[in-house]
Structure formats: C-alpha cells, structure tokens
C-alpha cells in the first residue's frame, strides 16, 4: 500500500479513537483496556481500506503519467480488497469469540431506551425543522414554493 496508509491507520484509528474514549471516560483513572485498543485498531484498518479504495477511480490517470499509486502497482487491486475485509471480519469475529470485544447484549429495557431516544431525537428534529421554515416565512416574506405536480 502507499507510505500513507500506516499514517492514515494511526491517525484515524488508535491516535482518535482512544482519546475520544478517554475524553468520554467517567473515572479519573486511566480506564484505557484492550477493549478500547482493538476497538481502535478496527476503525484505523476500515479507515485504511476507504483510503486504499479512494486510488480506483484513478488507475487511468495515473498510468497515463506513471505515476505508481498501490492499484497501480498491483495488478488485482479488487481482489486485496476482497480479502482485506474478509480478514477485518474475521479479526472482528475472533475479538467477539475471545471476548475481547463485547458480543451485542439484547438487553429489553435498553432498546427500549434506544427506541425511545430516537422518537424523541425524531420529533425534536420535526418541530426543529418545522420552526425554521416559520421563521423563514416570517423573515423573507416569500411565499411557498408550490407543489411539484407529477
């Protein structure tokens, strides 16, 4: 891959998600555990692949003026990116069976919360938007827009 990748792994994965995680801990202790680690590694290697990715819509190009970009250089870029994410799921798998990475509980009373926080985060954002197309009206004194007919 190209020498920015083990950049954008650390600087997307390990150098953001653990810190975010500490910013968001409760205790004055350090509570940093392999969870949060691996955790972290997960989202630096899923970074690396969109980057990775990113270099397809430009093999063309850079052939033209020899540039040797990584999809350039391999000849089955597609085919480093099928088995890339065959290995992230398969790490993702693994971290779930060794318990490293906590198996999703279907704790009742939490969905429940979970749905409950999402119909009130929908309605705020109705009556949110709602106001902002009164105040609009009452600012702009424009009329509104006529229905598209089909």
Known sequence: MEWA?????ISFGPF???PFYLLHSIT????????????????GLATSLILFCSH??????DKAVRKMSPLVRL???SLVVKWYIIGLYSLLLALGF???LPFPTFDKRKLF??????????????VA?????????????QPLPQAIGL
């Open 98 to 100: 060794t318990q490293t």
């Open 56 to 61: 397809f819509r430009q093999i063309e190009d």
């Open 28 to 43: 004055r202790e350090l509570p940093l555990s392999s969870t949060v680690i691996w955790a972290s590694v997960l989202v």
């Open 5 to 9: 990748s083990p950049y954008s792994f």
């Open 129 to 141: 938007l709602a106001a902002g197309f009164v105040v609009a009206r009452m600012f702009t004194k």
């Open 113 to 126: 919360f979970g749905k409950y926080y999402c119909v009130r985060l929908h309605a705020i954002f109705g």
């Open 75 to 77: 000849k089955k870029g």
């Open 16 to 18: 953001s998600a653990i």
